[in-house]
C-alpha cells in the first residue's frame, strides 16, 4: 500500500508538467488529481500503516519465526515430549519477546481499532469452538 501511494505521489508530482495537454482539456479533473496528491503528501507522516509499512513487513517477519516456535512448543507439548511446568515456562518465554519486539519496533505501533479488536476476538472464540470445543 505504501508503495502504491508513493508511486501516485511521485506521479502527480513529475507528470503535473509532462501533462500540459491534459490541463488544457480537463483543467477540473487535473487539478483535483494535483490537489488530492498535495493533501494526500501532506497526510502522509500521521497515516498509520502508510509511514511506517518497511518496519511493519520487518516486524511481521519476526512475529512469524515467533509464531513457529509457538507451533514447535504445541506439538512437543501435544506429544507429551515437554510436560506442563516446561510448556508454561517456555511460553512465557515467547510471550516476553513478543514484548520486546513490539518495544524495540516502537515507530511501528499499530493502532488499537476497537470495533476491528472486537470482530479479531470474536472471529478467534468462534475458531476455537469449532476446533476444540
Known amino acids: 500500500m505504501g508503495r502504491i ?21 480537463c483543467p477540473t479533473l487535473w487539478a ?19 509511514k511506517n509499512d518497511d518496519a511493519f513487513r520487518e516486524m511481521s517477519y519476526v512475529f512469524e519465526r515467533l509464531y ?7 506439538h512437543a507439548w ?4 515437554v510436560d506442563d511446568a516446561v510448556a508454561e515456562e517456555r511460553f512465557y518465554e515467547f510471550r516476553e519477546r513478543e514484548i520486546e ?26 475458531a476455537l469452538a469449532l476446533n476444540f470445543g
Not at 516456535?69 to 504445541?74: F, G, K, T, V
Not at 501435544?78 to 515430549?81: A, I, R, W
Open 101 to 126: 519486539i513490539q518495544e524495540s519496533r516502537k515507530e511501528a505501533n499499530c493502532p488499537q481499532i476497537q470495533h476491528l479488536m472486537k470482530r479479531v476476538q470474536r472471529d478467534t472464540y468462534t
Open 68 to 74: 513457529i516456535e509457538y507451533e514447535r512448543l504445541w
Open 5 to 25: 501511494y508513493s508511486f501516485f505521489l511521485a506521479l502527480t508530482s513529475t507528470g503535473s508538467v509532462a501533462a500540459w495537454a491534459i490541463w488544457q482539456k
Open 32 to 50: 483535483c488529481i494535483v490537489g488530492l496528491s498535495q493533501v494526500l503528501h501532506v497526510a502522509k507522516p500521521y497515516i498509520p500503516f502508510i
Open 78 to 81: 501435544e506429544e507429551g515430549q
